[in-house]
């Protein structure tokens, strides 16, 4: 079993910000693929942006291409969401996510308890 934690959250003004965190216990993303999403209220939840198994970045919402970057630690157990030009529509939960086999495509396995991101206009 997989535990995920996020952290980084908080309220920031348009324009500002955020990095978000997601420290795997008992094992690396190396391999593994790491997904951020995000889920605002009275919507469903959406993908931001992905880490393939070769520690890419990749699958970056629209909404989000050229604000936020994707990356994780050379050590492979930490995931990283750096949000910059932060927007009030960025307002969410932000979730990260990983699998519990190697190379896995499809839906993710284990998921992180979440982090809110709050952005005032």
């Known amino acids: 079993q997989v535990q995920l934690v996020e952290s980084g959250g908080g309220l920031v003004q348009a324009g500002g910000s955020l990095r978000l965190s997601c420290v795997a216990s008992?094992?690396?993303?190396?391999?593994?693929?790491m997904g951020w999403f995000r889920q605002a209220p009275g919507k469903e939840r959406e993908i931001v942006a992905a880490i393939n198994w070769i520690g890419v970045a990749t699958n970056y919402a629209n909404s989000v291409k050229g604000r936020f970057t994707a990356s994780r630690d050379n050590a492979g157990n930490t995931g990283f969401l750096q949000m910059n030009n932060l927007k009030p529509e960025d307002t969410a939960v932000y979730y990260c996510?990983?699998?519990?086999?190697?190379?896995?495509?499809?839906?993710?396995?284990?998921w992180g308890q979440g982090t809110q991101v709050t952005v005032s206009s």
């Open positions: 996510a990983t699998d519990s086999t190697k190379w896995k495509t499809g839906t993710y396995d284990y």
């Open positions: 008992g094992r690396t993303f190396n391999n593994y693929r």
